[in-house]
C-alpha cells in the first residue's frame, strides 16, 4: 500500500502571496529551470523550485518557516529564464513579505503598513504629532523652561543662529518621540526573530537541510561575523547575472543609512555629553557623515527607481513605499540644510517637518515594511552558515 501524505491548503496564504506581486504564481509547472539557473542556490534541496510549488499549493509553514527564502537576492535570473513566465523571483519576494507580516506585531499595524489605502492615517498620525511639537516649542517655551528646570535640564537646544531646527521643534521632543520608537522597533524586531529562528530550525530538520539537531543561540550568534563580510561587500549580488547593476544601489542605500546613523550618533554625543547644540558647521564630522549618507540614500533610491521603470520590473506598492520612503528621507535632509544655508526661515522648518514626519515612518512602521527584509535577510543568512547549509 503506498503512502498517502494529506495536503492542507492555506487558501489566505495563496491570496495574499498573489496580492504581494506573486500573481505568476499558478503558472509554474514544476520544470527546475529556475532551481538549476539560481547562482546561489545550493546544491542539496536548491530553490525556487521547490518554493513555487509549495506556496502554490498553500503550504505556508513549508515556506514561511524556510531560511531559504532569506538566501533569495531577487537578482531575476530564474524569472528570465523560466519558460513559463512564472517570476520565481518575484513571487519569494511577495513571500519575504508575507514572512515579514507574520512574524511582526501587532499584525494589524503590518497589514496596514503594506496597504495603500492607510497610507493617508499613517501619514497623519506623525503629521499631526509633529504639528503639536511645533505649537509646543514655539509658544509654550516659557513653561516648557520652567518644567525641565524642575528636573535639572536646559529646555533651549540651539544656539543663536537665527535658523535652527530646534526653533521650530525641540530636540528634546524629537528625542522623546524617537527614542520610544525606536526602542519598540527593536522590541518588536526580537520577538519576531525569535518565532522565526525557531521556524527555520524545524524547517531544516524536517528537509534535512541541517546536520544540527538542537538550536544552540549562542553558536548561532557566533555566526554573524562570518555573515556581515557578505552583506557588507553585496557578495551574493555579484554572483547574479541579470540584475547585477543592482548590487551598486543597493549598497548605496546601505551605507547611506550607515552614514545617518553614525551622523545621529554623533549628534547625540554632542548634544547631551559634550553639551554643543546646534546647528553645526560644515566640517563637523557629523555633516560629513549626514550629507554623504543622505546623497547615497537619493542616488541609490534613484537608480533603483531607474531599474525598475525601465526593465519594466513587476512592482506593487511595498516596493515603492520603500523607494519613496528612502528617497524622501534622504532628500528632505539635505533640502532642509540646503534650505537654512540659504536663509530660508520658512523653507527650512516646513522641509525640517516633512523630514521628520519620513523618519517617523522609518522608525515606526519599519519591523513591517520591505525594508525589514533587511534584518530578517541577516539572520536568515546567519541561520544557513549556522546550520551549515552552503
Ligand atoms: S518557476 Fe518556472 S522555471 Fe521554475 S519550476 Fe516553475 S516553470 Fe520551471
Ligand atoms: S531571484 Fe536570483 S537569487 Fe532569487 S531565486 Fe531567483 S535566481 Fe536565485
Known sequence: MSDKTLVNPNLEFIDE???LGGDSLKKCFQCAT??????????NSPFPRKEMIAASWGLKDRVVGSADIWLCHECGDCSTLCPRGAQPGDVL??????AITEYAR???LAKMVTDKSKLGILTAIPAAWFALMAIITMFFGGAMEKLFHVFGAHWVHHTDAPIAQARFISSWLVDLTFIPLATAAIVIFYLGLKRMINDMHENALAEGKTDKQDLDIKELLKTIPAVLPKILKHKQFNECGENKARGTAHM???YGFVGCFIATTIGFFLLYVVGSAGPYSQINPLKWFGNLGGILMVLGAALMIKDRLGKDKSSNYKDWYLLGLVILLGATGLLTEMARLAGSTFGTYLLYYIHLIMVFHLFAYVPFSKLAHFVYRIV???????ANRQ
Open 17 to 19: 502571496v498573489v496580492g
Open 34 to 43: 529556475c532551481a538549476v539557473a539560481c547562482p546561489i542556490a545550493p546544491e
Open 93 to 98: 519576494s511577495a513571500i519575504r513579505s508575507y
Open 106 to 108: 501587532p499584525k494589524k
Open 252 to 254: 548605496m542605500v546601505l
Open 380 to 386: 536568515g543568512m546567519t541561520y544557513a552558515e549556522y
